[in-house]
């Protein structure tokens, strides 16, 4: 399996052998029982003292098991309601289990989510304090580390200034900052990144990539493949309360998009396997000056590229890329067989790169890059394809538009 | 490439050991318990104390104004506790600190009962022992009560009240007393979950125990118009005994003390089973609710 974006300094020591368990979910369920009438007061269970309450069950999660390693990213992905949070919030320790068992081994997280429990009518350095004690750790030591926090969070200039004022983005770093501190072994994590500029989440990313070198398993429960496909190790894709498939990254990401849209237009149900036939290995988003980017800014021109290896002869194929946002929406599909013109005779085992150069005018937002190889004809004939295999983040000022074309602009009086 | 993505993570060389338990009261930890307690209500007060311009006015200004129109009322307008007899001596300071005693019972039992469906947000995202959220309420009303009482103290010693060995029986008294609170806090949060009308029926139950204690009639008064049976039922009551002994002990031995007014001290061993009873059902209640608390808001 390639994954495209360089991972830094990923490889642990640890990785190549056997890893320790640090969480072991056992055939997991939770039942909500949810009441059909609810009796909220006591007048109300007064007088219907003997009429028995009726329950709808709500199976949130169903028999879930896996073990998560020691030192793993693991992420859990599935829509609004697939019970990615119930599961969390069991390993947690908020809900308890119907049946099955969790284990852990090391020092969880307590939270689940970020900023809980600050106040908007207290300083930052007040908030700190009281979320860090919250959160496990003495008095002392969070007065110790306050500095830390505050620095980490860039936001040293506004220690004294009440939370009701922060923007939003502020006090996402904030909280963030804060988290980091918590001693703990194991971290859940329910949709975090959402917010905070482009820097910021530069610098989250750079902090998880930390804490996943010195070992610390993390468990993250998303609906942004981007960042479950970056940073995750394994991920595991829920529906309706049960587990639809664990594994690697991206082929979670394939199922969960398939989930969300349906079949894909380019996809064959019989795709070649990339290990016999023809392949394509590696895909990756390029500048002006043909630097490799994951993060690049808008005006600059850009290439979607990709690397084929052929494992046939071809004649004429068509090789395409599809460029998606982050929403799913196909923003552009370049074709090699563009205006009629032809690819040329390729022989069986070469090794191909394809650049699909072209002026940005995307608006900022994340996008993925879908490439494929065809025989010649429609694109129909797919002989490979990987969906969302690259992706680039496009920063600058977003007008609300899919796209920021170059204007005219010209304003006439009549 | 990710290794572990290929790897088949394995049963474990070393299996977890910790199993998770879902929430509980308490938690394992006593020291977290107690620092997250102080923490809520060290919060709280500092939020009281420093939100508005006059702070900690405002937590005193509502015993005070009851107090000053209680007695102007009895003493100029009514004359019920003029002067009657020694028993009646200190007057004032016998009714501001029933008043204050009082204040903090009520305000710590029903800013407790909508505590945990208040911290709605607390209690979903994080994994700390849910008994922390009633009791610092209750801390919150012990910080509030210290307070006030150091002005008790003041107006009681500027009336004349000397100083004598028996205030040494007022921690105990006050102890007593955050006791039966903390266990009406318990219970009366965790039933709040499902039962919503706990909220106005425990407000008439507060102005109902204000005259069902002696705060505003004095035991001695009591005494003189009913039976010595229905007054020892009288006494049974907590908050009646704890105030009556903090009156004898602080302002002047002229009133009985509860043991006294219950007929002999082998009686107080009944407001006290009261109280334990309380605090244990409270306790308990709490702890059966809070496993679920969290999925029942």
């Known amino acids: 399996m390639t994954t495209t974006i360089p991972r ?47 329950y709808d069950e709500l199976r949130a999660v169903r028999d879930i098991s896996v073990d ?54 207290l300083t930052a350095r007040d908030n700190v304090i009281i979320n860090a004690i919250m ?13 830390h926090v505050l620095a980490f969070a860039e936001l040293e200039e506004f220690v004294d200034l009440k939370l009701k004022n922060y923007s939003s983005g502020m006090l996402v770093r904030l909280a963030f900052a804060t988290a980091l501190e918590v001693d703990a072994d194991i971290f859940l994590i329910d949709e975090v990144l959402a917010v905070g500029d482009a820097a910021f989440q530069q610098k989250c990313f750079e902090e998880f990539f930390r804490l996943k070198r010195e070992g610390k398993t993390i468990v993250f429960v998303s609906h942004d493949m981007f960042s479950v496909e970056r940073f995750c190790d394994r991920a595991m894709l829920m ?21 969300n849209f349906g079949e894909l237009p380019h996809e064959q149900a019989d795709q070649p396997s990339p290990d016999h036939g023809t392949a394509i290995t590696a895909a990756w988003f390029e500048n002006s000056t043909g630097e490799r980017v994951t993060s690049t800014s808008r005006e600059e021109a850009l290439s979607m590229c990709f690397e084929v290896r052929l494992q046939e002869e071809l004649l004429d194929p068509v090789f395409a890329a599809t460029l998606r946002n982050e929403l799913g929406h196909t923003i552009v599909v370049a074709r090699s067989d563009q205006h009629g013109a032809l690819s040329g005779s390729f022989r069986s085992g070469e090794t191909l790169t394809v650049r699909f150069g072209m002026p940005n005018w995307l608006s900022a937002s994340r996008y993925t890059l879908t490439p494929s190889v065809a025989r010649e004809g429609t694109g129909a004939d797919a002989l490979a394809l990987v969906e969302d295999m690259a992706s680039v983040m496009i920063h600058g000022g977003a007008t609300g538009g899919i796209l920021e074309l170059p204007m005219n602009i010209r304003i006439d009086r009549t | 490439m990710s290794a572990s993505a290929q790897v088949p993570v394995p049963a474990g060389r070393r299996t977890p050991s910790r199993h998770m338990h879902g929430p509980s009261a308490l938690g394992g930890d006593l020291r977290r318990f107690w620092a997250l307690t102080f923490t809520l209500a060290r919060t709280e007060f500092k939020l009281r104390f420093f939100g508005s311009a006059l702070g900690y006015v405002w937590t005193l200004v509502r015993p005070l104004l009851f107090f000053g129109v209680l007695w102007l009322f009895f003493t100029k307008v009514a004359h019920v506790n003029n002067k009657k007899g020694p028993a009646e001596d200190f007057y004032g300071a016998q009714l501001l600190a029933s008043i204050v005693l009082f204040t903090f019972f009520s305000e ?14 607390l209690v979903r995202k994080i994994h700390f022992p849910r008994m922390v959220i009633p009791l610092s309420v209750v801390l919150l009303g012990v910080f509030n009560l210290t307070l006030n009482l150091i002005v008790v103290a003041i107006f009681a010693l500027s009336a004349g009240v000397h100083p004598m060995l028996s205030w040494l029986e007022l921690p105990l008294i006050i102890g007593f007393l955050v006791v039966f609170v903390a266990g009406v806090s318990m219970l009366l949060s965790a039933l709040f979950v499902h039962f919503r009308d706990i909220q106005p029926i425990w407000e008439v139950t507060c102005q109902i125990l204000l005259y069902a204690s002696p705060v505003i009639i004095s035991v001695v008064t009591i005494k003189d118009k009913v039976s010595s049976t229905l007054l020892h039922l009288y006494m049974l009551n907590p908050l009646a005994s704890s105030f009556q002994q903090f009156r004898h002990a602080f302002i002047t031995h002229a009133t009985p003390s509860a043991g006294q007014a219950l007929g002999s001290w082998a009686a107080l061993a009944a407001p006290i089973a009261i109280v334990l009873v309380t605090f244990i059902a409270g306790f308990l209640v709490f702890n059966r609710a809070a496993v679920r608390i969290a999925e029942n808001l």
């Not at chain 1, 020591?13 to 949810?34: C, H, M, N, Y």
């Not at chain 1, 498939?245 to 989930?259: D, M, Q, S, T, V």
């Not at chain 2, 710590?108 to 947000?121: I, L, P, W, Y």
């Open chain 1, 8 to 54: 830094p300094a990923e490889t642990q020591p640890g990785s190549t052998q056997l890893a320790d368990t640090a969480v072991a979910i056992e055939s997991v369920s939770k039942t909500f029982r949810l009441p059909r009438q609810q009796y909220s007061t006591l007048k109300e269970r007064a007088l219907h003292p003997f009429r028995s309450t009726e």
């Open chain 1, 68 to 121: 998560i390693a020691e030192g793993e990213f693991f992420g859990i992905v599935g829509r609004n309601g697939s019970g990615k949070s119930t599961l969390l919030k069991c390993v947690a320790g908020i809900y308890g289990v119907q049946s099955g068992r969790i284990a852990i081994a090391g020092r969880l997280s307590p939270f689940i989510e970020l900023g809980v429990g600050f106040n908007p009518d």
């Open chain 1, 135 to 147: 959160l496990g750790i003495s008095r002392r030591q969070a007065r110790e580390r306050f500095d």
């Open chain 1, 239 to 259: 529906e309706r309360g049960e587990m639809i498939e664990i594994g690697p990254p991206p082929e979670i990401a394939r199922a969960y998009h398939k989930l």
């Open chain 2, 108 to 121: 710590a039992t029903s800013g407790s009962v909508r505590s945990v469906v208040d911290r709605e947000n």
